[in-house]
């Protein structure tokens, strides 16, 4: 399984971004996707998941202001995040979890920064 994330950047406080991350290979048909982040000295903690079915779960920080979505025939979730905030600065990680196992993708950067 290979996960390719897209969509980081640049982006000043307030605005918005949107991430996106393609899933490739054996995927079992139940699975987890979502999000994590991780900031600098911190460790990466969880910003949004969606099951297959639909199932959705937020970091408080973030409720609100982003919303995962998926694709299930392309294998593709979704971060759309809005009003951001420096604080949401982090490299964003691509999750999937399938048959009992975790896979990640490469990480992409978001700066929220004037």
């Known amino acids: 399984v290979q996960l390719q994330a897209f969509g980081g950047g640049l982006v000043q406080p307030g605005g918005s971004l949107r991430l996106s991350c393609e899933a490739s290979?054996?995927?079992?048909?139940?699975?987890?996707m979502g999000w994590y982040r991780q900031a600098p000295g911190k460790q990466r903690d969880l910003v949004a998941v969606?099951?297959?079915?639909?199932?959705?779960n937020y970091a408080d920080s973030v409720k609100g202001r982003f919303t995962i979505s998926r694709d299930n025939a392309k294998n593709t979730v979704y971060l759309q995040m809005n009003s951001l905030k420096p604080e949401d600065t982090a490299v964003y990680y691509c999750?999937?979890?399938?048959?009992?196992?975790?896979?990640w993708g490469q990480g992409t950067l978001v700066t929220v920064s004037s």
């Open positions: 999750n999937l979890v399938s048959r009992g196992y975790g896979y």
């Open positions: 290979g054996s995927i079992g048909s139940s699975n987890l």
């Open positions: 969606k099951s297959r079915g639909g199932i959705t």
